[in-house]
């Protein structure tokens, strides 16, 4: 897994979103390999958590593209509504 994530992070590619799914897809497949493996849990947490996979998670996560998009609606009385009203 190391030499994977090593290559991953010194390889030349064309554009950082290309970086960003190599991650991504290293994060995914190693699901299968960390939790299969003794000490397994704690390295995918250490993984997780480095700021870069961090950050391809959250890049990746997107919102979800099989439900249609939730309208903000004004029904309920925002923060700085509630605020005043004390």
Not at 1 to 22: C, F, G, W
Not at 38 to 58: A, K, P, T, V
Request: charged share 20%.
């Amino acid at each position: 897994m190391t030499r994977l994530k090593d290559a991953i992070e010194n390889r030349a590619y064309s554009t950082p979103l290309a970086q960003v799914h190599a991650r991504t897809w290293l994060i995914h497949w190693s699901l299968f390999v960390f939790f299969n493996h003794e000490n397994g849990r704690n390295s995918i947490i250490d993984l997780f958590f480095q700021e870069r996979y961090m950050h391809s998670i959250q890049a990746e996560a997107g919102p979800c593209r099989c439900c249609p998009p939730q309208r903000q609606t004004h029904s309920e009385p925002s923060f700085l509504e509630l605020n005043s009203i004390s």
